[in-house]
Structure formats: structure tokens, C-alpha cells
């Protein structure tokens, strides 16, 4: 029996659609480029609130259908990790067909993920917000550093020398907040005076509702 040419495209193209699951998240290739360690402040690139407090940020929705984020997870309790993501918290990404591409030095992660999981995601619970990636070659955050003795003008010059950009001098606490390239973070935590180098996070406020 002859089979025509148009039978054998048609089979063909069935044969194709059956390889594809199209209820799945789509195959995602992207790798990152290699990083850039530059420590001049000048070089940092601190990404910008795409999502928080059950909310598009400034810029509202991307208007692509999947997005290179740096989602934080922050720490539900004293005894997660402070200086890498929960596992539980990585398996929430990929659930929602998220691929997990870097993990930084505190509970935050690189990932590439459909645009439309990333609301579903932080109202959940798993992440607290997401930061768009300005510069996919930098791992930059806005980090505070506590000291376990009074701050010295020094402090600040080391801040600057690791590739920070200053934003606050607490001579109380002590302590120093600025943007830090996430290896700097790792630095600051091996030296013997600093008592702890930690990822800032967003805090939302409820407004309350006046009483009908």
C-alpha cells in the first residue's frame, strides 16, 4: 500500500506533538555568563523589588513569559542556615518550574522561572521577595555587617576596599549597611571582629482597615 507524502508529514508532526508535554513548564537552556568579581563599588549592580508584599513592584509585571530573579527566602527561624537556602525552599522553586541556576552566600537563589509562578510563589510563604538581575554577571545585595567592637573609620574604608558601596554608619550597634557583591559577605565572616554578615530583606506593613 502506498503511503502519499502528505500521510508521512502528518505522522510526522503527531509523532513530534506526542514528545511534548504541553501542561509543563517549557525546556529552559539558559546558563548564566561567567561572573564578575570586580570589588570597584562602581561595578555593582543591586537589582530592583519585582515582587513583594503580594504585589508588583514599580515597574509592575515583566512583559516577558519567563525571567531571569533573585528570589530571597530569608530565614523563618534562628535555626535555618544563614548562609545558603533551605532545600526546602529550592524544591518550592522547581515545583513551580523554576531552574535554580546559582545559590548566594545567605537564603537567596538565582532562577529563571514563567513570570506567571512568581505571585503564586511569594504569597505562598516559601519566598519573602523577588529582586530583578540588572547584570546576570553580578551577585550584588544589600547586606549589613555587625562588628563586635566600636566601628573605626577603617570599617569603612575595608567596606569599600571589598567592593561595597556605603549607605549607613551605626556607631550604636555597631554596624555598616550598603550594597556588597555576595563573595565580600563570605569575607566579612571569616574575619574575627565581625559578628555576623547578613542579607537585608524587605519588610511589608498591613494598613489597617478602619472598622465599617
Known amino acids: 500500500m502506498n503511503v502519499g507524502p502528505q500521510r508521512v508529514l502528518a505522522a510526522l508532526v503527531l509523532g513530534v506533538?506526542?514528545?511534548?508535554?504541553?501542561?509543563?513548564?517549557?525546556?529552559?537552556?539558559?546558563?548564566?555568563?561567567?561572573?564578575?568579581?570586580t570589588l570597584d563599588p562602581a561595578a555593582l549592580r543591586v537589582g530592583e523589588i519585582l515582587y513583594a508584599c503580594n504585589r508588583w513592584g514599580a515597574a509592575g509585571a515583566p512583559s516577558v513569559d519567563r525571567v531571569l530573579v533573585d528570589v530571597f527566602f530569608g530565614r523563618r527561624n534562628a535555626t535555618d542556615p544563614d548562609d545558603r537556602p533551605r532545600l526546602e525552599s529550592l524544591s518550592a522553586v522547581q515545583a513551580r518550574g523554576g531552574k535554580v541556576l546559582f545559590q548566594f552566600a545567605f537564603p537567596a537563589a538565582r532562577v529563571r522561572i514563567d513570570t506567571r509562578e512568581i505571585p503564586p510563589l511569594v504569597d505562598g510563604g516559601e519566598v519573602s521577595f523577588v529582586r530583578t538581575v540588572p547584570d546576570p554577571r553580578r551577585y550584588d545585595w544589600n547586606a549589613i555587617v555587625g562588628f563586635r567592637r566600636p566601628l573605626t573609620p577603617a570599617d569603612s574604608t575595608t567596606f569599600v576596599a571589598l567592593g561595597g558601596r556605603v549607605q549607613y554608619v551605626f556607631q550604636l550597634i555597631p554596624a555598616i549597611a550598603g550594597d556588597l557583591p555576595n563573595g565580600s559577605l563570605?569575607?566579612?565572616?571569616?574575619?574575627?571582629?565581625?559578628?555576623?554578615?547578613?542579607?537585608?530583606?524587605?519588610?511589608?506593613?498591613?494598613?489597617?482597615?478602619s472598622a465599617e
Open 17 to 37: 506533538l506526542a514528545c511534548v508535554d504541553s501542561t509543563g513548564p517549557a525546556r529552559d537552556d539558559y546558563e548564566l555568563p561567567p561572573p564578575d568579581s
Open 186 to 209: 563570605v569575607t566579612f565572616r571569616q574575619m574575627h571582629d565581625v559578628e555576623y554578615a547578613e542579607a537585608a530583606g524587605v519588610g511589608c506593613i498591613d494598613h489597617l482597615r
